[in-house]
C-alpha cells in the first residue's frame, strides 16, 4: 500500500538536519568524518590525522574558552556533519575575520547537511558582531564547493597556486569571502 503525502511528508521532516551546537560527546563522530577527508581527499591540507586528546584540546580552546563554533547537524539520530569556525590568521588584527570549515559524512552528501550547517551558522555570525568578515579556504579543483560557497553569498577573491602538496601533487587553493 503506498504512503500518503501526509507520511512522506513526516519521514522528510524526519530526515531533514536538525543543526545543534556540539559538545564533547560529539568530537568522535567529528573526528570520524573528518579522519575520512584527511587520509582520503585533498579537501583538506592536513596529513595526519587528529588524536582524540587534540580534538578536546580544540575544542576547549576555540569552542569552550573561546569565541569559535562547532555545529553538528544529525539526521536519523546520528552525527552527519559539522561545522567550525576558526581564527582566519593567527595575528590580532584578523580578530574579526574568521575562518569557516564544513565537512559531511561521506553516506550524508546530498541530503542538504551541509546547506542546514551553513544556513545556522551564518544566521549566527550576522547576529554577532564580534566579526565582519568570513572566509572559506578551498582546495582545488572542487567545483562542488565553489558553487556551494556561491550559493551562500561567498565571492572568489583570489587563487594561490601550487600552495599545497598532498597524495603526491601540488594543489591550488582559492579564498573566499563573504561579509558578515
Given at each position: 500500500?503506498?504512503?500518503?503525502?501526509?507520511?512522506?511528508?513526516?519521514?522528510?521532516?524526519?530526515?531533514?538536519?536538525?543543526v545543534r551546537d556540539a559538545g564533547?560527546?560529539?568530537?568522535?563522530?567529528?573526528?570520524a568524518i573528518y579522519t575520512h577527508?584527511?587520509?582520503?581527499?585533498?579537501?583538506?591540507?592536513?596529513?595526519?590525522?587528529?588524536t582524540p586528546r587534540q580534538w578536546q584540546e580544540r575544542f576547549a580552546t576555540h569552542v569552550t574558552a573561546g569565541r569559535h563554533q562547532l555545529l553538528v547537524a544529525e539526521v536519523a539520530g546520528a552525527v552527519?556533519?559539522?561545522?567550525e569556525t576558526q581564527p582566519?590568521?593567527?595575528?590580532?588584527?584578523?580578530?574579526?575575520?574568521?575562518?569557516?570549515?564544513?565537512?559531511?559524512?561521506?553516506d550524508a552528501t546530498g541530503a542538504g547537511v551541509g546547506g542546514a550547517l551553513y544556513g545556522a551558522l551564518l544566521t549566527r555570525l550576522e547576529a554577532d558582531e564580534a566579526f565582519?568578515?568570513?572566509?572559506?579556504?578551498?582546495?582545488?579543483?572542487?567545483?562542488g564547493s565553489?558553487?556551494?560557497?556561491?550559493?551562500?553569498?561567498f565571492t572568489l577573491r583570489g587563487t594561490l597556486t601550487e600552495a599545497g602538496h598532498k597524495?603526491?601533487?601540488?594543489?591550488?587553493?582559492?579564498?573566499?569571502?563573504?561579509?558578515?
Open positions: 500500500m503506498p504512503s500518503s503525502p501526509a507520511h512522506q511528508a513526516h519521514h522528510a521532516a524526519d530526515a531533514a538536519p536538525h564533547v560527546a560529539d568530537l568522535p563522530a567529528v573526528a577527508y584527511v587520509l582520503r581527499t585533498t579537501i583538506t591540507f592536513n596529513t595526519e590525522v587528529r552527519a556533519g559539522f561545522v582566519f590568521r593567527p595575528k590580532p588584527a584578523y580578530d574579526r575575520s574568521v575562518e569557516l570549515s564544513v565537512y559531511v559524512a561521506p565582519h568578515r568570513a572566509y572559506a579556504v578551498i582546495a582545488l579543483p572542487n567545483e565553489e558553487a556551494f560557497h556561491r550559493r551562500h553569498g597524495f603526491g601533487r601540488y594543489l591550488d587553493v582559492a579564498y573566499y569571502e563573504r561579509a558578515l
